[in-house]
């Protein structure tokens, strides 16, 4: 048998010392069988991908490393150890210095290049003995072991060697995103979620590389923040939700550790608190609010746009201060979102006015302000951003101002809209959203130039749904197709193509235990679900 002498260099740049360590090894190479890297179904599908048809032989001699001087690397490279352990029970050893055990190294890696320049490009060479990762931060970095998870086979192949192996395919990816602002937006104060349901939620929609959680965290229904000077909103406030169910909130500690958790997979959060109308639930908590004399009754309905605050009073602005700052101080991400959306009962001068006070406030607390499409009606800064969600007309506006716009629009994007006649959970009024629909078009040419969108949003507003199985039920899988309308550019994005790498996912959805919708027009990759008894009554 012919013998390959095999050298693998590891670099370590440890304390400004180049320290390099060469192996020589003996053993000759395992023949596998090879996958084209290009058949891999990978969501979003990268911006290019190269196939050279071998593999990389993922087994127990195979270790981590990472650039030590790089911040948040060596966590990066812990990351994708824990997630490979959990699909493939696989122990791979990351950043240890005895090599004598391994044969092959995954190596994240910083590099300056200048094909890295946005901070979320990554790029990954795999070959037979060395899978690099290069990225030029570790938010880069994180999104590039999105898609190494991604290509690492569910089950291992049977190969001559004695020990499991997981072939990866070999060639070259080059990725970066379409869009920086990549969201989904997740309704709290309809029905409250648990913390451990948004962290469900956050690992599922970080997998996708989606970086935006945007969290509705009051309406008329709820108030789901603490806020420590004004202790009413959620003891009174947040006790109800639709349907007359018990409600709930976040304190501070909560919301600092969802906060956390976001940011340990490079996600922003982006908190709502929606005003003047939605207000219900702060009025009936503190009835000066709503400046009519009258303290409403708490409110479980589904209704729209009744309430509003006063905007002529300047208590209610001290108030909206002290909200806006104690969310402000535990959110390190650059947006505060202040609603905005169906002020019925406010005058329309009366909600320019207020809306141009709110801005003011927002910047005072060092945030950018997000509003949904009716703010730009107001006569604010160009700096603040517009949620298209509905009007047209408002986007217009949005861009005559030269605001940026996140494209959400509710026909295409919404996903509390059922997907047919027969879906039970979810809401019509946008239409019905089935998963090609969903999927079908281009939120570059839907009316905004190109120059002022921000980025999409998915936004899953939670008047129907009470569970976090009911969630999932609307989210996935549109959720994922959403991923790819903001990732991938539009010359990759193809239904035909992605209807059968969305199949693909559903080993992955079963193994974290999601209850998507299964969707008929999707062929399902060995699913073992039954489709009577997914969604509940
Ligand atoms: C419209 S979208 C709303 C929400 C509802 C949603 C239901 C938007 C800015 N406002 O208050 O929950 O429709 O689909």
């Known amino acids: 048998m012919i013998k390959t002498v095999l050298i693998r260099c590891i670099f370590f740049l440890s304390i400004g010392i180049l320290v390099l360590a060469c192996q020589e090894n003996q053993k000759p190479r395992i023949p596998m069988p090879v996958t084209n890297l290009s058949d891999i179904s990978l969501i979003p599908k990268p911006t290019k991908t190269i196939a050279t048809n071998s593999a990389f032989a993922l087994d127990q001699f195979t270790a981590i490393y990472t650039s030590k001087s790089a911040t948040g690397f060596d966590k990066v490279g812990k990351f994708l150890a824990e997630k490979l352990k959990a699909k493939i029970n696989l122990d791979i050893p990351v950043n240890q210095e005895t090599t004598n055990t391994i044969d092959r190294v995954i190596y994240i890696n910083q590099s300056d290049s200048i094909v890295l320049e946005t901070p979320e490009a990554y790029q990954l060479y795999i070959n037979q003995d060395s899978i690099i990762l290069n990225a030029n931060t570790a938010e880069g970095a994180f999104r590039g072991i999105q898609t190494l998870r991604q290509l690492v086979p569910d089950v291992s192949t049977d190969t001559l060697a004695e020990q499991k192996i997981w072939p990866v395919p070999s060639g070259k990816i080059i990725d970066s995103p379409n869009f920086g602002y990549r969201g989904a937006m997740l309704d709290v104060a309809r029905h409250f979620f648990s913390v451990e349901d948004v962290k469900k939620y956050i690992d599922l929609l970080s997998y996708y590389k989606i970086n935006m959680l945007h969290l509705h965290l009051s309406d008329d229904q709820g108030w789901r923040i603490e806020i420590k000077s004004w202790p009413k909103l959620t003891e009174i406030g947040g006790s109800t939700e639709v349907g007359g169910e018990s409600g709930g909130f976040y304190t501070q500690e909560d919301y600092k550790e969802i906060v956390r958790y976001a940011q340990e997979r490079y996600m922003t959060v982006i908190p709502e608190i929606d005003m003047p109308g939605h207000t219900n639930s702060a009025s009936a908590s503190y009835p000066f609010l709503n400046g009519n004399g009258k303290t409403p009754e708490l409110y479980e309905g589904m209704r729209v746009g009744f309430s509003t605050f006063d905007t002529r009073k300047d208590t209610v602005y001290s108030f909206i201060d002290d909200v806006v700052r104690e969310i402000s101080e535990m959110t390190p991400g650059p947006y505060f979102h202040m609603g905005g959306d169906e002020s019925h009962v406010t005058k329309k001068n009366d909600y320019i006015y207020f809306v141009n006070r709110v801005e003011k406030i927002v910047q005072k607390h060092g945030k950018r302000m997000i509003g949904w499409d009716e703010i730009a009606n107001a006569d604010i800064d160009s700096n603040a951003i517009a949620q ?150």
Do not use: C
């Open 388 to 537: 298209w969600w509905a009007s047209e007309e408002n986007a217009k506006k949005a861009v005559e101002k030269n605001m940026k716009v996140i494209v959400s629009p509710a026909k295409k994007a919404y996903l509390d809209m059922q997907y047919d006649t027969l879906t039970k959970l979810g809401l019509h009024w946008a239409g019905y959203i089935p998963v090609d629909t969903a999927y079908q078009w281009t939120p570059e040419e839907y009316g905004i130039p190109m120059e002022n969108i921000l980025g999409t949003e998915a936004p899953l507003w939670s008047e129907t749904i009470t569970n976090i199985e009911e969630l999932e039920y609307l989210a996935f899988p549109r959720v994922i197709g959403y991923s790819e309308l903001a990732w991938s550019i539009p010359e990759n994005r193809n239904w035909e193509d992605y209807k059968v790498r969305l199949g693909d996912q559903a080993p992955f959805l079963e193994r974290m235990n999601v209850n998507y919708y299964p969707s008929k027009l999707i062929d399902w990759k060995k699913s073992k679900f039954t489709y009577e008894t997914i969604e509940k009554d």
